[in-house]
Structure formats: structure tokens, C-alpha cells
């Protein structure tokens, strides 16, 4: 009773302090590996001794195989074909030659400056050339970079799992094999890699297939019951898979995760969400019950020439890989670089070198300890470092996705046409969406890209671009709707920029507001007014550039004409990025404005001189806001 009281505490306390790094890291918005790392340590065999993995057996391995199986399938999960057919190229190579790269790089510098015997340098590199979507999932999100580079990354951390798992494992194996000679016969290796991955793929597609079908059939299960046959499903697959051939367990997840991804299931993003909150715990737990086991001694009889070793991987290792593997890639040298910098290691590389250690020690092979140490100190210090450097490193390279142009309008108003024209005049693509067929049709002919459709429908979303897009416009004329549709978007997508037309008088506390990015373009009200202004040709566009001198005064006159209902403004170009202007944000200095003035001669002028109508107008300075008066 005793003993089972204290495995209970244990795995009490291992959630506890799970979660509570989880807390810290949000609160503290850093990544939480960073504090599961350090509870872990603290907790464990070098700290408080109140959590020993030891004494959960074999079952820290069950453990270990059931979570990372989880956290796998929900990485695949995640990742779109198409998203994915965009980076294939560079993702391909990333998969295979930055595995081949890393293998053989990381293997020789373990061995010509750690001191490794080839057998464990070869090891090492083995179980490095992963990244992990524990790691870069949350980091990326953290940073919010441009959706071509996170995709990359992402996708990366996904597929290189399995392979860089399966890996390992034949060269373990190869290792057992020669008595604990590493003269590699590259032909066992490649053909033990190439089965698992083969029989791994081909059952996660098949149990994906099948539980498609049963969850597309079964409508009458509830949401929390299809969840949970979808758990059931995974363990299920992954079982079968590592019945068949060792270790194909987790290609299979992923096979299967990418498999439900694309097929379209009912209530896919709550199926998302569920697994997304399971695979939280789990990597919680297993961070904390990993990092318990290490000895803070191995680290120091690593020495120096370990930690040179780790930064070589990061220095010199992984941008060669990144360098080749996108050589012919359209990413420029600003996404390449962050590309190169980013690769931290994750959960997979621990479970991994944890489970090694253990059974290179029953073989009675020298290095066990100093294997697990290394590789968690591969850990440590790519979290550590890149982690920490990600976010300022992408702002300086200027690849947030607060640079990340388009827009995705929603409703083919007057006015949402004219905000497409003058993001299309600055280079920029613009997907209209509207349900109208009429309303398409005038965009259409207007020379704008539109589909009629209703923008509830995330497939239509998909097909408009919204995960390249830098900014998503609710501009219909009801303001109750345009909520809906961004909170609906936001879910689905999380855009960088979500503007919408809001209902009049919508109280500050709107649950919408707390979002990140989202901010109101105008009211009902006045977007209707301007709407009709628009129609009428009543308006003149113009545009002025906000100087040093006479800043205050130039500020002062453009928000009298919003007040007195005679300016709208209407874009804001800043350092370079265009977005949609706020009537009650004043400029900066170097801010090019758009706006439309209201003009009602303009109509009148424009009947008995012929000239064009508004939809063709193209901005320009204007007397009546770029002469100041002294007030």
C-alpha cells in the first residue's frame, strides 16, 4: 500500500509541477520546456530526490511509448497537404539529406571533439537528427513567424521523428550486432529505416482509412465519445504497428494523424483541440519525469569538449544542412537564416536516449550514462539558446508575420472593393469573399479575385489563402455577422490581422477585443454612411505622407475632418507594411495614409465633365487636407 501510495505521489507531484511550468512559461512568455527542464532536474535525482522515475519499471516505458505515440499523432494532425505541398521540396530534403547531414556531422563531431568512441558518436548523431513538434509547435507560436517559414519547421519536427527514431534504432541495432563496432554496413541500415517507415506509413493510412469511414458513418456518437475513439484508434494503429515490425509504431501516428487531417472529418478542429490539450499533459509529464532521471554529475564528466560538440550541431551542422537542403527553395536569406538557427530538440530525442542508455547498460556496453547526458545536454542547450533568441532574431530578420502581406476581405461592398484595389496597387494579393452572387460579379469585372461563397466555410477559406495571408476583413454591412465570422476565423486560423466593420456602441469588453491583433475598423453606422458616399461618387481619394515638421498641427487637422464626419481613413502604410487605418490612432512620422474625403459636388463635377467614375480613382494629395489651417 505504501509503495503504491508513493507512485501515486509521484505522479501527483509530476503533473503539479508539469502544469505549474506550463503557467510560468505563459505568463512569462518563454518556452516551457525551459521550466520542465528545470522542475525536472529539481525534483529528481540531483535536487529534491521527490520524484524517482526508477520506480515506475517497465511502466515509464509504457508511459514514455503511449505519450510520445500521442504527441506524434497530433502532429500530424496539424499538418495540411497543402500547406505542406507549398515547402515540399525543402521539407523533402530537410527529411532525408539534413538527416544524412546530421547523422554524419554530428557523428564526427562527437567522436573528433567529445572524445566518443565511434559506436556512441554515430549513436549521438542518430538521435540528434531529430527536431520535435514538442519544441517548435509552442515556440513558433510564440514568435508568430511568417506561415511559409513556421510551416517549414513545423513540418520538419513532425516527419523527422519517426525517421530520426527508426534511425537510432537500427544503428543500436547495428551496434548489438557487430559487438560494439560501428564498421557500418550501410545496407542493413538503409534497408531496416526503409522497412519500418514503409510499415509504419501503410498501417497509419490504413487505420486512418478505417476510422475516417467509422467516424464519417457513426453520427450518432457525441463530440466527447468520438474523441475518445479517436484516442482509442491511435494506441490501437500505433500497437499494431509495433506488433508487426519494431519501432514502425510512430511513423504510423504520424501516417495516420495526416491521414484524418485531409479527409475532411466532422468537427475536425474540436478533434484538434482535444488532442492539442492531451498532448499538453503529456508533454508535461514526460519532460518532468525524464529530466528527474538525469545526474547533474555525468554532465560535468562530459567535459568541454561536449559542449563545443552541441555547439558545432548548432553552428556549423545544422545551417550546412539548411543551406543545401534549400538551396533551390524561393525562401530568401532572411528565412533561411531563421530556418538554420532554429532546431531545437525535443521529447522524442530524450525518450529516445533514456530508453538507449537503459539497454546499452544490460548489454553491459560502456556509455550509457554519457550517451543520455549528452543528448540532454543537446537539449538544454538548443532550448536554452535558440529558445530564447527566436523572437528577436525573427523581428530583426523581419520575418514576423506582422510582415506578412495580403488579405482575405470578406463582403464586396463599395468600400471592401476599394480597400482590395489599394492593397492590390501596393503589390499585394486580396481574395474577396462574399455570398452574393451580384456583388461577386461586380468585383469580378472590376479585374478582383472573388468567391462566392459563405465565409463560414473554412474549405473556402483554405481555398482563398487565409494561412498565407497576412490580414482577414470582416467588411459586410452587418456588424453582428462580421463578429462572428472573425471569431470563427480566429479559431480555425489565427490570422496575424483580424479587422472588422463592429456593430455601433460594441462595449469594450467584447471577448473578441482580447485577441491578439483584432481591432475595429469602424461602426455599422459609418461604414454604411461611407458605403453610400461610395455609390453616389460623393467622395475624393487621396493619400499624404505625415512629416516631422508641422507633425502636431498635421495631426491635429486630419482628426478634426474625422470628427466633423468629412475624412475617412482608410489604409496606413507603416515602415513598409500596409494595413487598415483607425480613426482614433494618429499617425506617425513617415505614415503614408489612404483616405476618402467626402465630396458631395463631386458627383455633380464629375456628370458634366465626364469624367471617370470612382471606381477607377487613384489616390493623391489633396488641398483640403495637405493645406493646414492655424488653428
Not at 546530421?102 to 559506436?119: K, V
Not at 551496434?175 to 514503409?198: H, K, Q
Not at 553552428?315 to 543551406?323: C, D, E, K, N, Q
Not at 478582383?448 to 498565407?468: M, N, P, R, V
Request: charged share 15%; net charge neutral; proline share 4%.
Amino acid at each position: 500500500m505504501e509503495g503504491s501510495f508513493s507512485l501515486t505521489l509521484q505522479i501527483i507531484l509530476t503533473v503539479l509541477f508539469g502544469i505549474g511550468a506550463q503557467v510560468l512559461a505563459g505568463f512569462l512568455k518563454l518556452p516551457s520546456i525551459v521550466f520542465l527542464l528545470i522542475f525536472g532536474v529539481s525534483l529528481g535525482n540531483s535536487g529534491l530526490h521527490w520524484i524517482q522515475p526508477a520506480n515506475f519499471g517497465d511502466g515509464l516505458e509504457v508511459i514514455v511509448s503511449l505519450s510520445v505515440a500521442i504527441i506524434l499523432f497530433e502532429g500530424g494532425l496539424n499538418l495540411g497537404l497543402r500547406e505542406l505541398g507549398q515547402v515540399s521540396g525543402s521539407l523533402r530534403n530537410l527529411v532525408t539529406i539534413g538527416t544524412l547531414i546530421t547523422l554524419i556531422g554530428g557523428g564526427l563531431a562527437a567522436h573528433w571533439l567529445a572524445e566518443f568512441p565511434w559506436y556512441l558518436a554515430f549513436l549521438y548523431g542518430s538521435l540528434v537528427v531529430v527536431t520535435g513538434p514538442t519544441v517548435v509547435g509552442p515556440l513558433i507560436k510564440q514568435v508568430q513567424v511568417q506561415r511559409s517559414v513556421a510551416t517549414l519547421l513545423e513540418g520538419e519536427g513532425v516527419l523527422i521523428d519517426p525517421v530520426g527514431a527508426i534511425l537510432a534504432v537500427v544503428v543500436l541495432e547495428t551496434i548489438f550486432n557487430t559487438n560494439v563496432s560501428v564498421e557500418t554496413d550501410i545496407i542493413e541500415i538503409a534497408m531496416g529505416l526503409i522497412l519500418r517507415l514503409g510499415v509504419g506509413l501503410a498501417i497509419g493510412v490504413g487505420g486512418g482509412w478505417l476510422l475516417s469511414n467509422f467516424l464519417k458513418r457513426a453520427t450518432f456518437l457525441s463530440e466527447d465519445v468520438s474523441n475518445l475513439v479517436v484516442l482509442a484508434g491511435v494506441w490501437g494503429v500505433f500497437g499494431a504497428a509495433q506488433a508487426s515490425l519494431s519501432e514502425s509504431g510512430l511513423m504510423a501516428t504520424v501516417a495516420m494523424g495526416i491521414y484524418l487531417n485531409s479527409s475532411a472529418l466532422p468537427d475536425n478542429r474540436l478533434l484538434r483541440r482535444f488532442k492539442g490539450k492531451l498532448t499538453l499533459l503529456c508533454v508535461s509529464v514526460l519532460f518532468i519525469l525524464l529530466a528527474a532521471e538525469l545526474s547533474l554529475s555525468s554532465f560535468g564528466a562530459l567535459g568541454w569538449g561536449s559542449v563545443i560538440t552541441v555547439a558545432v550541431l548548432m553552428l556549423v551542422i545544422r545551417p550546412f544542412s539548411v543551406a543545401i537542403c534549400t538551396w533551390t527553395s524561393t525562401f530568401n536569406w532572411r528565412q533561411k537564416l531563421f530556418v538554420a538557427w532554429i532546431a531545437p530538440r525535443g521529447i522524442v530525442s530524450a525518450s529516445v536516449a533514456s530508453l538507449f542508455s537503459l539497454l546499452l547498460t544490460e548489454r553491459g556496453i560502456n556509455g550509457g550514462d554519457a550517451i543520455k547526458s549528452i543528448v540532454f545536454l543537446t537539449i538544454m542547450m538548443t532550448v536554452f539558446i535558440q529558445g530564447l533568441t527566436a523572437k528577436p532574431l525573427a523581428k530583426l530578420l523581419r520575418i514576423t508575420d506582422t510582415h506578412t502581406t495580403g488579405a482575405v476581405i470578406i463582403g464586396c461592398t463599395p468600400l471592401g472593393r476599394l480597400v482590395a484595389r489599394l492593397f492590390e496597387a501596393q503589390g499585394e494579393s486580396v481574395v474577396l469573399i462574399d455570398s452574393d452572387p451580384e456583388a461577386c460579379a461586380t468585383a469580378i469585372a472590376e479585374g478582383l479575385t472573388a468567391i462566392q461563397t459563405s465565409a463560414l466555410d473554412s474549405h473556402a477559406l483554405e481555398k482563398a489563402g487565409i494561412e498565407e495571408m497576412g490580414a482577414f476583413m470582416a467588411l459586410t454591412n452587418n456588424g453582428e455577422v462580421n463578429l462572428v465570422l472573425a471569431q470563427n476565423t480566429i479559431n480555425e486560423f489565427n490570422p496575424p490581422r483580424v479587422c472588422v466593420i463592429a456593430p455601433d456602441n460594441l462595449p469594450e469588453n467584447n471577448p473578441l477585443l482580447k485577441n491578439k491583433g483584432v481591432r475595429i475598423f469602424m461602426e455599422q453606422k459609418t461604414f454604411k454612411t461611407w458605403n453610400q458616399y461610395l455609390k453616389d461618387g460623393q467622395i475624393k481619394l487621396g493619400k499624404t505622407l505625415f512629416k516631422e515638421a508641422g507633425l502636431a498641427l498635421q495631426q491635429a487637422h486630419t482628426q478634426a475632418l474625422i470628427r466633423s464626419g468629412e475624412l475617412l481613413p482608410l489604409m496606413l502604410k507603416r515602415q513598409g507594411n500596409l494595413q487598415l487605418a483607425k480613426t482614433t490612432e494618429n499617425a506617425q512620422i513617415g505614415d503614408e495614409v489612404f483616405y476618402l474625403l467626402h465630396d458631395p459636388r463631386s458627383q455633380l463635377l464629375k456628370q458634366l465633365s465626364g469624367s471617370r467614375s470612382p471606381d477607377v480613382l487613384t489616390p493623391e494629395p489633396l488641398a483640403e487636407v495637405e493645406e493646414v489651417p492655424i488653428y
